[in-house]
């Protein structure tokens, strides 16, 4: 409970918090609406504690995601008719995940679960995800850029301000 509660990581989560909320606003008056590729970007971040050294992996593996996802309209147009909707769907999944796993070893920077996560986004937007996807792109390097790029400095902030304190 102390954990949660200290000064310390009640500091971190505020401006963390305000640096996200920020940042949408900043998307949002540059006229993105579509800020799903770099929050997703800055939850692979997190989930990578702020390892710099991951950052290779998260934006190739969104840029190929959203490639994917891409081809979901002429994957279906093109089974849709020899097996129908429903199958089509399957087995574009099933390509999708088959290419992802089994490219994995030979360049798991861009295949992994985090191109999975970008494929899924796409799949529920899959009725833009052609006149949107290069944007989507834009938007998952350079919104989450921007997005790490402000947690890296709040945290190397705090890091610093901890070790002087410790100091003192």
Same mark, same amino acid.
């Given at each position: 409970?102390?954990?949660?509660?200290?000064?310390?990581?009640? #500091?971190?989560?505020?401006?963390? #918090?305000?640096?996200?909320?920020?940042?949408?606003?900043?998307?949002?008056?540059?006229?993105?609406?579509?800020?799903?590729?770099?929050?997703?970007?800055?939850?692979?971040?997190?989930?990578?504690?702020?390892?710099?050294?991951?950052?290779?992996?998260?934006?190739?593996?969104?840029?190929?995601?959203?490639?994917?996802?891409?081809?979901?309209?002429?994957?279906?147009?093109?089974?849709?008719?020899?097996?129908?909707?429903?199958?089509?769907?399957?087995?574009?999944?099933?390509?999708?995940?088959?290419?992802?796993?089994?490219?994995?070893?030979?360049?798991?920077?861009?295949?992994?679960?985090? #191109?999975?996560?970008?494929?899924?986004?796409?799949?529920?937007?899959?009725?833009?995800?052609?006149?949107?996807?290069?944007?989507?792109?834009?938007?998952?390097?350079?919104?989450?850029?921007?997005?790490?790029?402000?947690?890296?400095?709040?945290?190397?902030?705090?890091?610093?301000?901890?070790? #002087?304190?410790?100091?003192?």
């Amino acid at each position: 409970m102390n954990q949660v509660f200290n000064s310390a990581h009640m #500091t971190k989560t505020l401006m963390l #918090t305000l640096w996200i909320v920020a940042g949408t606003v900043i998307l949002q008056k540059l006229g993105i609406h579509d800020k799903w590729p770099a929050f997703l970007a800055l939850i692979f971040f997190f989930e990578a504690k702020f390892d710099l050294s991951k950052l290779k992996n998260i934006f190739a593996a969104g840029i190929v995601g959203i490639a994917m996802g891409m081809l979901i309209p002429a994957t279906l147009g093109a089974l849709a008719p020899v097996v129908g909707g429903e199958n089509a769907f399957y087995i574009y999944v099933a390509g999708v995940v088959l290419v992802t796993i089994g490219m994995g070893p030979i360049a798991h920077f861009a295949f992994s679960y985090i #191109t999975f996560a970008y494929v899924v986004m796409c799949i529920l937007h899959k009725d833009h995800v052609v006149e949107h996807g290069f944007s989507w792109m834009a938007v998952a390097l350079l919104g989450g850029a921007m997005y790490i790029a402000g947690v890296t400095a709040i945290a190397k902030f705090l890091e610093k301000r901890a070790l #002087t304190a410790q100091q003192a």
